[in-house]
């Protein structure tokens, strides 16, 4: 415990490492097209089987020649060599060459062994069959080696990396066509609340739409996994019992958002100490103080507080990676950076906060950070209008306008 942990809080690192050490990989092993494994998560290393580029080539159109022939060439002294063929890509030169000899060839055609360089066209002259330089190339000119990206046996991926856009063309030259990759994780999310309506009816005095199943499930939009919407479920100990039961059998992940807390119409936890284990954590984080993790009869289960950024900012920083173990991924630490709070914060010592703001960088190319005002819990419009999480230590006290705080930008999930 450091000295400004307040007791009966568990610090967000302790409560994240918890989970990495109980929960493991729960997806199995499925193979898919290239062209579908975007976004999936790699259940092996691939080592390449190719050397890429696979032959010598040429980096320009141009003429390939051998670079001895054209070592006293010179503006003042001109030398010409004969072109006796050509490399096309896809088409090799195919005959015998000469010393005093050259091929035409283009971007990306093979060069035959016994030349070591390549001229562009646009620094010769060319009559006929008379090709004439007035530059001495280095050798190995606007060549491309066998294997110089990447060569056969070489470790391209690994194992746990979830695949990007930039990834697929690298798998697409390598030549694989499927790939061992592991299945989506399966989550269920339902909102709990008698005061929740759904879009679409009218509100009646003292309810509001639940708006908590559309961040949560945005979310988990982009990080690749199926959702299994229950809706919203009444604060009724029976309702909250049966869809907690039907969730469990049908998802890897069950995510609640409200009734965690301890008001009299939080069911959730009644319920779940009957049908799992279920640790109900006081996180000394602002917002998100109430969460609770544990496991039911097949699935892990996330309750996530009602207040809707606290619901989010939970989500972000508890569920996701939490849910990037089970679902096989390699767990990465989030982005952040020092940037100058260029206004005042107010923050009381105990918690790590994760307000909302913008960064930007000024004239100077100082990375610098700006609040949204109002960082009350229930007020969503401070995450849709930043950029960014300002991560305020747990023993922090209030910022001054010019002090050094740490940014944690918006990941792709967010933007
Ligand atoms: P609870 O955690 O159930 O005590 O809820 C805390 C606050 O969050 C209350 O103001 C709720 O009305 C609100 N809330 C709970 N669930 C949702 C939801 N799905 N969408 C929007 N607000 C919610
Ligand atoms: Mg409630």
């Known amino acids: 415990m ?35 494994a975007l976004g999936y998560t790699l259940s092996q290393d691939i080592i390449s089987q190719q050397n890429v580029p696979p032959f010598n080539n040429s980096a320009m159109d141009g003429y390939a020649l051998h670079c001895d022939d054209l070592i006293d060439c010179s503006v003042m002294q001109p030398i010409s060599l004969i072109e006796v063929g050509k490399s096309f890509a896809g088409a090799p030169f195919e005959g015998s060459i000469q010393r005093g000899q050259c091929i035409r060839i283009m971007t990306g055609a093979m060069i035959p062994d016994a030349l070591n360089c390549v001229v562009m066209q646009e620094q010769v002259t060319v009559d006929g069959e008379t090709i004439t330089f007035v530059n001495a190339p280095k050798l190995h000119n606007n060549l491309r080696f066998t294997g110089e990206d990447i060569s056969v046996g070489q470790t391209v991926l690994s194992k746990g990396h979830k695949l990007t856009p930039r990834d697929i063309p690298l798998l697409a030259s390598l030549g694989f066509s499927e790939l061992p990759v592991y299945r989506q994780l ?8 008698d005061e929740l309506r759904p879009l679409g009816s009218k509100l009646e005095q003292g309810e509001i739409y639940d708006s908590n199943r559309y961040s949560i499930i945005g979310l988990l939009s982009r990080i690749n996994v199926e959702v299994i919407d229950f809706g919203i479920i009444k604060d009724d100990y029976s309702e909250i019992k049966a869809a907690l039961i039907k ?19 939080d069911f959730i936890k009644q319920v779940l100490n ?20 544990g496991k039911l009869q097949n699935s892990v289960f996330f309750g996530l507080p009602g207040n809707p950024v606290s619901a989010i900012v939970t989500l972000y920083q508890l569920a996701v990676p939490a849910m990037a173990k089970m679902s096989g991924e390699a767990v990465k630490a989030p982005l952040r ?19 909302r703001g913008n960064y930007s960088v000024n004239e100077q190319g100082q990375l610098i950070v700006t609040t949204t005002g109002n960082q009350g819990s229930g007020v969503f419009s401070s ?7 300002i991560v305020l230590e747990q023993d922090r006290g209030n910022i001054a306008k010019g002090e050094t705080v740490e940014i944690e930008p918006y990941s792709q999930l967010m933007d």
């Open 274 to 293: 009957e049908i799992g284990e279920i640790g109900f954590w006081k996180l000394a984080i602002k917002p998100g103080k109430p969460f609770a993790f």
């Open 247 to 265: 969730a469990d059998q049908q998802a890897d992940v069950v995510i609640t958002s409200g009734g965690v807390s301890v008001g009299d119409a």
């Open 383 to 389: 995450m849709s209008q930043s950029n960014c999480f």
């Open 337 to 355: 950076l020092n940037a100058v709070c260029i206004d005042t914060l107010r923050k009381a010592p105990g918690r790590t906060d994760f307000q």
């Open 186 to 193: 399966k989550v269920a999310v339902m909102s709990s609340g």
């Open 2 to 36: 450091s000295s400004c942990d307040v007791p009966g809080l568990m610090p967000l690192a302790d409560a994240i490492k918890k989970m990495q050490d109980t929960l493991c990989n729960v997806c199995e092993v499925i193979t898919l097209p290239l062209s579908s």
